[in-house]
Nanobody, 122 residues
Framework: QVQLAESGGGLVQPGGSLRLSCAAS????????MAWYRQAHGNARELVAA???????NYADSVKGRFTISRDNAKNTVFLQMNNLKPEDSAVYYC????????????????WGQGTQVTVSS
């Protein structure tokens, strides 16, 4: 089993910054894909940013130029630096990972974090 532990959410004023962290622990051989999703009240969960083990990243159009996703592969951790935050960025942010375990390296299993609340308000 694998656990994803998120941290870094909170309340921030418009134009402010937050940095989210997600650390994966447990039975891990490799993590080939990590991402951040978000879900605002009443809306569907949406992809915010994603990164593969090789480095390529992709972002939702709404966050391009403001958010940056990065990884520390040695620590199985992914970060989301969020700058120039807007009220519409308010949501619960979820970490997502596709993990290969040492006992089943031919298969990637999907894991989600518990979510961390981000509120952008004056």
């Amino acid at each position: 089993q694998v656990q994803l532990a998120e941290s870094g959410g909170g309340l921030v004023q418009p134009g402010g910054s937050l940095r989210l962290s997600c650390a994966a622990s447990g039975s891990i051989s490799s993590i080939n894909y990590m991402a951040w999703y978000r879900q605002a009240h009443g809306n569907a969960r949406e992809l915010v940013a994603a990164t593969t083990s090789g480095g390529p990243t992709n972002y939702a159009d709404s966050v391009k130029g403001r958010f940056t996703i990065s990884r520390d592969n040695a620590k199985n951790t992914v970060f989301l630096q969020m700058n120039n935050l807007k009220p519409e960025d308010s949501a619960v942010y979820y970490c997502y990972a596709r993990v290969r375990s040492p006992s089943a390296i031919w298969r990637s299993d999907v894991y989600w974090g518990q979510g961390t609340q981000v509120t952008v308000s004056s």
